[in-house]
């Protein structure tokens, strides 16, 4: 059964046991479950790729209940139309009080995954789509409001133009906004566009693309010419996470078709010519699997970073260097 993303209020965990929640606003998505599992003791999450390479450990964790639990609920990440078969299996063995919500990317319309949910009155399907600049502004404001920074009106759109209708995108612009008012009263449009656009900041930019790219010459020639603080590091280690996000899904697409002139060409957004050669060294250096690794380590050390900002920068240099002569390669 389809509903809207703003009728997620309707949605009852005691009666929809099966959920399926997807589309590229990953932010929407993680406020949507935020609201549903509020409240709620028995939480396990798992990739897709974990079950489908451990499914009698799934099974027996979803199957085996204590005294204590009256319900439990499953959240499975990244799933794409290869959990299918899971999820018709625990539907046949008619699992009491447990709840199973799945989270996927963009699902087209001939996904077996979706047309399942869609076509099943009992179960729940949802859509998420793009926010609008219009949400994402309010959002914007809402934020630097309850922040106490002050903004105007035309940076916020500056903000909001940078976000490609993804709320989640714009909370990571906000924070780095919030990281860096800490310690600047005011902030100008200059100093907006520094933050927004560190994916082209060319020092920091250049760092992460020879990281991915397993370039260990070049990354020390860049460590050595620039200068970064401690302040700089949370900064750094977002824009290494949003360009291996990118390699992940060119990485995944390249699993695919076998083409890298094809994975390159239709990019969206586009590659620019300057940038391809070091981007299909980087395809081929990452896995998709390497690269989702890779992603959590990333988040494993920004949260280090932000616990010892006064070592920051040996942290950070050190997992650079290490990515660097790590074999990544498929």
Request: charged fraction near 30%.
């Amino acid at each position: 059964m389809i509903i809207k993303s703003y009728e997620i209020e309707k949605i009852n965990l005691e009666y929809s046991q099966f959920i399926l929640f997807y589309g590229k606003n990953g932010g929407l998505k993680n406020d949507a479950i935020k609201k549903l599992i509020k409240g709620k003791k028995i939480i396990s999450n798992y990739d897709e790729k974990e079950i489908l390479d451990n499914q009698h450990y799934f099974f027996e964790n979803i199957l085996t209940k204590s005294l204590f639990e009256d319900e439990k609920i499953i959240i499975i990440k990244r799933a794409s139309d290869k959990i299918l078969k899971i999820i018709e299996e625990i539907v046949d063995k008619d699992i009491i009080g447990t709840s199973i919500i799945i989270n996927s990317e963009q699902l087209e319309k001939k996904s077996k995954l979706r047309s399942f949910f869609e076509k099943n009155k009992k179960f729940i399907c949802v859509a998420f789509y793009p926010d609008t600049n219009q949400t994402l502004a309010k959002l914007t404001f809402d934020f630097l409001k309850k922040k106490k920074i002050s903004i105007s009106s035309e940076n916020i759109n500056l903000i909001v133009n940078k976000c490609n209708g993804d709320r989640e995108t714009l909370f990571n612009e906000l924070e780095k906004i919030e990281y860096y008012s800490k310690n600047k009263e005011n902030i100008t449009t200059v100093d907006i566009v520094k933050l927004t656009n560190l994916i082209e900041n060319h020092s920091i930019s250049e760092l992460i693309d020879n990281c991915l790219a397993k370039n260990k010459k070049k990354i020390i020639y860049i460590l050595n010419e620039n200068k970064f603080n401690n302040e700089d590091c949370v900064l750094i280690i977002r824009t290494f996470l949003n360009k291996s996000k990118k390699i992940l899904r060119l990485s995944s697409e390249f699993n695919e078709n076998k083409d890298i002139n094809l994975t390159i060409s239709s990019a969206k957004p586009p590659i620019f010519w300057k940038d391809k050669e070091i981007t299909k060294q980087q395809i081929y250096k990452w896995s998709p699997q390497n690269i989702k690794n890779l992603i959590y380590k990333l988040a494993e050390i920004e949260l280090q970073l932000k616990k010892n900002i006064n070592n920051s920068i040996n942290i950070l240099t050190d997992f650079i260097l290490d990515q660097a002569s790590s074999n990544a390669s498929n």
